[in-house]
């Protein structure tokens, strides 16, 4: 190890304080060995504490704590029934309220079970019990020790556990009406502690995604649970008088522990599948499925739909053309037949004005060839094209009778020479 | 005209004095070092020590044992499980706790604890004078870390009372660690430790750190579940279901066979911490069967797993209650006369790095008799305190002596090489005084940064090289293994300090905290008339 150089920017001082350093801590040292004296004597020589100093050296000492490490047992009482307890049904008695645990349970490590046991044998050893008056009280005190004895081995603990029916939590009544999740996370909770598989997945809550409940399922599906029904045992005479009577007893042991085994499997299978189909979340998935199912195939469908949407397009304008064409030839129909009415009407007006023309002026004073007049001009009309007709018709509009038999005349010359009219059938006009 | 240490354990008590060539332990008129803490009243007799023991089997309710525990307590508070073999501690008439003992037909005895502690320090006492054949002036016990003031109350008094002048009460993890670093004055070296304390009753541990010779403890527990008659309870089943095997007798039947086995165990137990096979020899076990095995210590080991894997947790807990992790820990001593099993100290071993020292006489053969430990300690002190008067000794106790600061992180500097260099470890008490030597560069100004430590641990898995000329390669049952290390880094910069002109290879830091808690930094060249360049920090 060596010192580094002291660098070129460093400047003239020679010494620069930056920072404080951590609060120091008050601790009481032990008083023991030359240096502790050689520091008490250094201290005390020619030296006088002021009040001040010695009220400050008992401030704030950090001190080795002492006190009672029992804090996370609690001070739980066993009730009258249980003290009075037969000790020699003590497999019927709830062990860890025994010890005073009931509040931990499978949960108490080890440490504390240890803990727990001795605090209450110092509470209830009999020989405390009797110098408190009363002799033979020791009977809770041998369930104490039993407690002990079958919590402090793994193996009978686990025994015990199994059939433990004070941590067990009972799911929500069906017919009641509760929280999902606040209803059966302690049941899963209580349920977990059979698994050989930890940890053991949480129920988690409503904002769970679905891999975490799928997953959560999955587990309790394929429960593989430790769960033993030994403890439940009838006992077997330990006698070797009769050894029929004692294998009887034992096959009978095997087969009800198999049987309560299929049954407590059964009865979580039941339990899951309950779970299962009253799970909001899963109604949520289901429907979010659906959703995303839906909206996937509308995604999928696009091509094609634009493709009809596109056809419908273009047969909706095609229909919409042929109509607006329909209407357009409708209205031109119409239009055809009112010119043709008008030029019906007209035809007939002028006619009548042609055969008037003649009428109206006396049959231009010789009334007695009114008729052939009328025959002739009638034939004249007839010869007359459509233009021809408005022709005339206009022309002899309005004016006196010489004029409109000349103009008649006129329109009989122009018919003979183009050859309409045969000249023959003319008698007044020719 | 001299002075002792004693230990007094529930189990079993010892003396010690300080004779010219170091601590020795006194042993008692039977030849006893770790003397049994037992009285019995049989008959007009009184019995002390292994005698009174020996008297477990046939009179097992006029023999009082373990009675230590129960100075000063309230009898609602007191483990009566403790004397379930022995005479019963029960409230006497007179509201004292002790014990009613038949001594013969129609005549009966009442004996409160504190008359007990009083014969018994009488008899220590007897052995010591007789040993050293002058009189005692002062006596310095230890006493477990939870005693309450009551109960040193009460122990002095006794002690008074049975002619013994208490010159201080120490606390049993401090006197042993005393005793134990008092060898070549490893007690200057700043380091960590963890007092274990295996007892037949109960186990205590403590982390004690020693900063320049000051002892501070940072976390103590107890456990009274753990201790040895466990482990001869585990040993004594053993023996009673082979016995059973073999004579369809049950030999947990009556009283006297159950003390019998206990016997057995603790002497089965002994044998096999220093020799691999012991055997036992029981007459008249139960039905007035003889019984004779014997026992290696691998059985003895499998036997007792159970209880044996309880004590390193218990160490880890203790540790983990000062805040520190075992990469701290620089040195673990077991103590007490269950630190002799050899398994109890590898399975606590295995528990620390490798580097961590575990003074244990199965590991370490320097170290011997784990049960004197505490004795000589107090011996060592009583020495110490041989020459000061009452009033002195009892002016050093004061709190305002006693409550000391301590820094809450380490201080030290930044070398060449970027990396930190611990001068005050964390924990240090003040008024304290530090230097160390460093390579400089000559003919050269000289920077020296002054920095609190910040520390980590780096994990750092090594693989299992794979043993190549393997035949069967498919298995393997070496796993990853995970080395831990603590790294020291430079955190918060306190000051710089520069060296000007500096002509020697070798620069002299020296950190100092006054009782004020102002650190002051003086760097000098190791020349003699070298001017010294310096600064002070204050602290938060």
């Not at chain 1, 077997?236 to 049954?263: C, F, G, L, Q, W």
């Not at chain 2, 691999?276 to 691998?298: K, M, P, Q, V």
Request: glycine share 4%; net charge negative; proline share 4%.
């Amino acid at each position: 190890m060596s010192l580094p150089v002291l660098p070129s920017n460093f400047g003239a001082e020679n010494f620069k304080a930056t920072a404080k350093f951590s609060a120091p801590v008050r601790r009481p040292i032990e008083p023991v060995g030359r240096y502790f004296l050689a520091h008490a004597t250094r201290s005390l020589r020619g030296h006088t504490w002021s009040e001040y100093e010695k009220i400050e050296a008992e401030k704030n000492v950090s001190t080795v704590d002492e006190t009672n490490e029992d804090a996370d047992l609690g001070d739980e009482e066993q009730d009258a029934a249980l003290l009075l307890h037969d000790p020699r049904e003590w497999k019927t008695a709830d062990l860890y309220a025994v010890l005073g645990i009931s509040h931990l349970r499978w949960r108490a490590t080890e440490d504390q079970l240890r803990r727990a046991h001795r605090k209450q044998v110092l509470k209830h050893h009999p020989d405390k019990k009797s110098a408190k008056g009363g002799l033979d009280q020791d009977g809770f005190f041998k369930i104490i020790q039993k407690a002990y004895e079958t919590l402090a081995d793994p193996g009978k603990r686990q025994q015990f556990d199994s059939v433990d029916e004070g941590a067990d939590v009972l799911p929500p009544s069906p017919k009641s009406e509760y929280d999902f999740i606040e209803a059966w996370t302690p049941v899963f909770e209580a349920e977990g502690r059979f698994s050989k598989k930890q940890p053991v997945p949480k129920l988690g809550d409503m904002s769970s995604p679905k891999s975490e409940v799928d997953a959560f399922y999955s587990f309790f599906y394929n429960f593989d649970s430790w769960r033993s029904f030994e403890f439940l045992d009838e006992d077997v005479p330990d006698d070797s008088s009769n050894r029929d009577h004692k294998r009887y007893i034992e096959r009978k042991n095997v087969a009800a522990r198999k049987k309560k085994k299929t049954e407590d499997n059964a009865r979580l299978v039941e339990l899951v599948k309950r779970a299962l189909s009253e799970d909001p979340r899963i109604k949520l998935f289901k429907q979010q499925e659906k959703e995303e199912k839906e909206r996937k195939k509308w995604e999928r469908e696009a091509g094609s739909r634009a493709a009809a949407e596109a056809k419908a397009k273009a047969e909706a304008e095609a229909a919409e053309a042929a109509a607006k064409a329909k209407a357009e030839a409708e209205a031109a129909k119409a239009g055809a037949k009112k010119n043709k009415e008008a030029a019906k009407a007209a035809k007939k007006k002028n006619k009548r004005a042609l055969r008037n023309a003649a009428k109206d002026n006396d049959f231009f004073g010789d009334a007695a060839n009114a008729e052939a007049i009328e025959n002739e001009i009638n034939f004249l009309i007839d010869s007359f094209d459509d233009e021809q007709l408005a022709e005339y018709a206009a022309k002899v509009n309005g004016v006196d009778a010489a004029a409109a038999k000349a103009i008649l005349i006129e329109g009989f010359k122009a018919q003979t020479a183009s050859g309409k009219l045969s000249a023959s059938i003319l008698k007044y006009f020719a | 005209m001299t002075v002792i240490g004693i230990s007094f354990g529930n189990t079993t008590s010892s003396i010690a004095h300080l004779a010219k060539d170091g601590i020795e332990v006194i042993a008692n008129p039977d030849g006893e070092r770790a003397i049994p803490s037992s009285l019995s009243y049989i008959a007009e007799d009184e019995y002390h020590g292994g005698q009174s023991l020996a008297h477990l089997v046939r009179n097992p309710n006029n023999v009082i044992i373990n009675f230590r525990d129960s100075i000063g307590q309230s009898f609602d508070k007191l483990d009566l499980t403790l004397t379930d073999r022995a005479a019963k501690t029960t409230q006497l008439e007179s509201g004292d706790i002790g014990f009613k003992i038949q001594t013969s037909e129609g005549e009966s005895k009442q004996i409160s604890v504190n008359e007990a502690t009083v014969r018994h320090l009488e008899n220590l006492k007897h052995a010591a004078v007789d040993y050293l054949g002058q009189q005692i002036t002062g006596v310095v016990i230890a006493i477990p870390t939870d005693f309450t003031a009551s109960q040193k109350e009460q122990l002095v008094a006794a002690s008074e009372k049975a002619g013994l002048q208490v010159l201080q009460l120490i606390s049993e993890p401090s006197a042993a660690l005393l005793a134990h670093a008092s060898i070549d004055d490893k007690l200057a070296e700043d380091k960590t430790y963890v007092v274990a304390d295996f007892g037949g009753v109960r186990s205590d541990a403590a982390v004690i750190s020693v900063r320049g010779g000051i002892l501070t403890v940072l976390a103590t527990a107890h456990d009274f579940s753990l201790n040895g008659d466990n482990l001869d309870a585990a040993l004594a089943d053993h023996i009673a279901a082979e016995f059973k095997k073999k004579y369809q007798t049950n030999a947990k039947s009556n009283p006297r066979s159950i003390a019998k086995l206990k016997e057995a165990s603790v002497l089965a137990r002994k044998t096999l911490s220093n020799v691999s096979s012991a055997t036992i020899s029981i007459e008249a076990l139960a039905d007035g069967i003889d019984f004779h095995s014997s026992i290696n210590r691998l059985r003895f080991e499998v036997t007792c797993r159970s209880v044996l894997s309880q004590f390193p947790a218990f160490v880890e807990s203790v540790v983990k209650k000062a805040n520190l992790d075992v990469l701290d820990i620089d040195e673990v001593l077991l103590v007490g006369g269950l630190s002799n099993t050899p398994k109890l100290a590898s399975n606590i071993a295995d528990l620390f790095p490798e580097s961590t020292v575990i003074a244990a006489p199965s590991l370490d053969t320097k170290f011997k008799n784990p049960e004197e430990l505490v004795a000589r300690g107090a011996a060592l002190q009583a020495s110490l305190l041989e020459s000061f008067s009452a009033e002195e000794i009892a002016e050093s106790l004061q709190p305002v002596i006693l409550n000391t600061q301590h820094i809450s992180k380490a201080i030290g500097l930044v070398d060449a090489a970027g990396q930190f260099v611990t001068v005050l470890k964390s924990e240090t008490t003040y008024p304290i005084k530090k230097s160390l030597k460093l390579a400089a560069p000559k003919g050269q100004d000289i920077l020296i940064t002054v920095v609190e430590g910040e520390h980590s641990i780096k994990e750092t898995v090594i693989e299992p090289t794979p043993v190549s000329d393997d035949e069967d390669d498919e298995y393997s049952d070496e796993e990853p293994e995970v080395v831990r290390e603590k790294i020291y880094v430079p955190g918060s910069k306190l000051a710089e300090l520069a060296l000007r002109d500096n002509q020697s290879e070798e620069v002299e830091v020296t950190f100092s905290i006054n009782k004020d808690g102002v650190l002051s930094v003086t760097a000098r060249e190791v020349k003699p008339g070298c001017v010294a360049f310096k600064g002070e920090i204050q602290h938060n």
